[in-house]
Every structure is written in structure tokens, then in C-alpha cells.
């Protein structure tokens, strides 16, 4: 009797602000809703909701509630359905996400999904706005927002949402994903985020054209390995007539791979156990400035792309790599547990192995991964790595 009560009192106090904010707009709460989710969905906070709709407890809504939205009332850049997508085997909500530009709040709130953990194989889900499938940029190509107040970052306070935060400081929560690769659409409190995408920030490693003086044993099969490139480019870019025949001494121009890019290896093989850690609080004041990469001790750590590696030992990251890749951007591996190749490395030679050594001893064994284009500050390595771990 008593909760029907609450119920009652709850929808009256609902009714009410709805009244006395006419105009606002409003949303019908369907199953597996939260404040959270709605908010984000039409591009306010659940504070203001909660507010404006006279809610004592934001962790608790009704299914049929009607609520007032603050604002225009209508669904925020990304919300309203443009399309379907048929769940696939090795889907999750978070790669759907990605694919087509939008968060999994805003598929969960869509979709009125209970668990966002399971999704069947054969679910035709609705798919809010904002992306064509790509899962990267804006579609408009626009260049970022300047948050308001000149601000550069964002530490996450608890109650935060992605939309919120975007609201906040004038951008969109496009802008907000992007900058930080919040591809899976969650965020941690501590967290530091950055407002505006780093102009450094590599999509893909890129490369230019290159020579290669063939060495005694070598086939192309190898050249185009160590280059991430193939052997009808080598080919092609030489004119060569036979592809089983190069000799010692000669000197064969090395092109990009497709597309001017060099292809990508995850930094550790086999399975790495990894989150989209950048930006997570450390001791003394510092914010995580890399992924780790979590795997048993021993895993092999291998070259992204080819390039020179050097062998540093330290204090803090234990024993390091630094890898001054082809495609002009520095990769750093630390705390590992033994070295591997140094000098001249293809893409995908061991490196190293996974360990916990430095600052990392006593704790589970992982490489920490930083990448810095042009050798400048470190960027989130997520996007560029996510895809191929």
C-alpha cells in the first residue's frame, strides 16, 4: 500500500512541474530508463531533470512517469532513430556504439534495454542519430567547439554524464567522446578528460615513401612485412618482373601501405585484458597518460609499426621501450618484465615481454602504453589501438 502511495505522490509531483513548465517539452519513462539515459538523450543533465520534476531520489523513476525536460524538449544531436542495425555475432553494445557514433546510453534508452550487457544475436535495434557507421569524427567535418571559458579539461564529479559535461562547457558530446575515446560511452569519477581533440592525435600510423637496400637472405615477403606493406606494392612501385627475385645490394622504394597508412599491430599479443583507462587519477597530483594492456607475465609485447627501438631502464616505468616508429610518432612500453628485439624492428617483432617492474612491482603484470606523435605529448592510444587488441 505504501508503495502505491509513493507512486501516486511521485506522478503528482511529476504532473505538476509538467504544468508549470509548459513549453519545456516532455518524456514518457519506458522500461530499463534512467535519469541518467534520459538526460544525455536530450541533451541536459539528470540534476536539472531531477529538478525540474521534483525528484527526491534520481536513482529512482517510474515506467509511465511523464517528465519535464528543461529546454527545447527535443532529443539532443544523436537521439532521434534514423535506422536499425541487426545484432551480429561478437556484437556489443559498445562496438554498435562506436560503428555508428552514438553511446550506449543513448541505444539502451532507445531501445528500452534492461541489461546493456546482453544483447541477442539477431536483436533488431534502433539507432539513434549521429553517425553513418564510420564510428569516428564528426560526419560534418566541422572543426571543434571552443568550451566555454576557455577551459582544456574536465575532472569527472560524481552524478556526471557524458551530456552533462558537454552541456556544460558548450560542445558537443561528440567533440567529448572523440577527444577521449569513449567509444563504450562510460566514464569513471577522478577521470580527466580532455574538451578539445588533440590536433596531433594520429587516426592511423602514417607513412611515407621509403628505401630499403635488400640484405643477404632476404625475400620481399619479409621486406613487405617489416614495411606493413604487400608485395604487389613493393612490385608495382619497382616495376620488377619477378617477384621470387631480388638480389643483395639492390635498392627498392618502399610505398605507403593502401590508403597511405601503415597497418597496426596491438601492442600485446594474445588476448590483452585492456579499458579505456586515459585520464584516470595518480599519486602525486598526475593523470594516466597511457592504456595498460593487462596480460600473464611473459606475453609478448611487439612492435605497432616498424621502426627503431631503444632499451631504457628507469626508476618509475622499469624496463622500457621506446619505439621512434616509421610513421613519425613515438610509442612507449613499460614496465616490462624482459626485452626483447632492439635496433631496426618490423612491425609485429617481440619487443619485449609483460611484466611489472618499476613503480608496477608487486601489482598485475601489464604494459603501459603511451603513444606521442612526433615525439610531443602523449594522446589517448585507445582509439587507435582498440581496434586491433
Known amino acids: 500500500m505504501r508503495a502505491h502511495r509513493t507512486i501516486a505522490a511521485t506522478t503528482a509531483v511529476v504532473a505538476l512541474a509538467f504544468l508549470s ?4 517539452g516532455h518524456h514518457t519513462v519506458r522500461s530499463g530508463e534512467t ?3 534520459i538526460a544525455a538523450r536530450y ?3 539528470a540534476a536539472a531533470l531531477a529538478k525540474a520534476n521534483g525528484i527526491a531520489n534520481p536513482n529512482r523513476i517510474y515506467v509511465g512517469s511523464r517528465l519535464a525536460v528543461p529546454g527545447s524538449g527535443t532529443p539532443a544531436p544523436g537521439a532521434s532513430a534514423t535506422g536499425q ?3 551480429q555475432r561478437g556484437d556489443t553494445l559498445g562496438r554498435i556504439a562506436a560503428r555508428y557514433g552514438t553511446t550506449i546510453s543513448a541505444l539502451v534508452s532507445t531501445n528500452g534495454i534492461r541489461n546493456p550487457n546482453l544483447i541477442r544475436l539477431g536483436q533488431v535495434l534502433t539507432v539513434p542519430a549521429g553517425g553513418s557507421g564510420g564510428g569516428g569524427g564528426t560526419s560534418s567535418g566541422a572543426p571543434a567547439a571552443q568550451p566555454k571559458g576557455g577551459a582544456t579539461h574536465h575532472v569527472v564529479q560524481r552524478g556526471d554524464t557524458i551530456g552533462g559535461i558537454a552541456a556544460r562547457y558548450g560542445i558537443t558530446q561528440r567533440q567529448l567522446i572523440d577527444a577521449n575515446g569513449l567509444t563504450g560511452g562510460v566514464i569513471y569519477v577522478g577521470q580527466r578528460l580532455s574538451l578539445v581533440p588533440s590536433t596531433a592525435a ?3 600510423p602514417a607513412a611515407g615513401n621509403r628505401t630499403h637496400t635488400v640484405a ?5 615477403s619479409h621486406i613487405a612485412r617489416r614495411y606493413g606493406t604487400t608485395i604487389r606494392a613493393i612490385v608495382d612501385a619497382n616495376g620488377l618482373s619477378d617477384p621470387n627475385r631480388v638480389r643483395v645490394g639492390q635498392r627498392l622504394a618502399i610505398p605507403s601501405s593502401a590508403g597511405g597508412s601503415v597497418a597496426l599491430r596491438c601492442p600485446v599479443q594474445g588476448g590483452a585484458r585492456m579499458m579505456n583507462d586515459w585520464g584516470f587519477p595518480r599519486s602525486g597530483g598526475r593523470f594516466h597518460e597511457g592504456n595498460d594492456l593487462f596480460a600473464a607475465r611473459g606475453t609478448p609485447a611487439v612492435a605497432v609499426v616498424g621502426g627503431t627501438a631503444v632499451q631504457v631502464v628507469g626508476r618509475i616505468g622499469g ?7 616509421d610513421d613519425g610518432v613515438s610509442y612507449y612500453y613499460t614496465h616490462l618484465d624482459s626485452f626483447g628485439k632492439a ?5 609485429g617483432d617481440v619487443i619485449g615481454t609483460v611484466g611489472a617492474t618499476g613503480n608496477a612491482a608487486g601489482g598485475p603484470p601489464h604494459v603501459h602504453f603511451e603513444v606521442h606523435p612526433g615525439g610531443g605529448a602523449a594522446v589517448n592510444p585507445y582509439p587507435l589501438i582498440a581496434p586491433h587488441c
Open 21 to 24: 513548465l509548459l513549453g519545456t
Open 35 to 37: 535519469l541518467a539515459g
Open 43 to 45: 541533451g541536459t543533465t
Open 85 to 87: 542495425h541487426t545484432v
Open 202 to 204: 594520429p587516426s592511423a
Open 216 to 220: 643477404a637472405g632476404e625475400t620481399l
Open 319 to 325: 624496463n622500457q621501450v621506446k619505439l621512434a616508429g
Open 343 to 347: 635496433g631496426r624492428v618490423a612491425a
